[in-house]
């Protein structure tokens, strides 16, 4: 998030965040604090958008090989959500290559 906040967003007509979380960090009360203070940090530095996935990696490979068995798999893309099994797969493979953060 330092990162982003470096840059000169002034200048951008977008700045979009697209962080891809691990499920199981948000699995317990704890996990979700560390989320709560993450979003404060983000706040602190004065971003101004980011968007969340919160899905593993086997959830969304298993959704591109069956994807009748995912039509409500709704995921974050850059700046809008979609199902993701109406998602082209370049799309797809994009966000299944997103680096997963744990809390």
Do not use: C
């Amino acid at each position: 998030m330092r990162s982003v906040g470096k840059l000169p967003s002034i200048h951008m007509l977008a700045q979009l965040l697209n962080l891809r979380l691990s499920p199981d960090s948000l699995a317990s009360d704890a996990g979700l604090q560390r989320l709560v203070t993450l979003l404060r940090g983000f706040r602190s530095l004065k971003l101004w958008h980011v968007q969340f996935n919160t899905v593993d990696t086997a959830t969304l490979l298993a959704a591109q090989e069956h994807p009748e068995q995912y039509r409500d798999l709704v995921v974050r893309v850059a700046g809008y959500s979609a199902l993701f099994v109406t998602l082209d797969r370049a799309t797809q493979d994009d966000i299944i290559r997103r680096t997963v953060h744990d809390l």
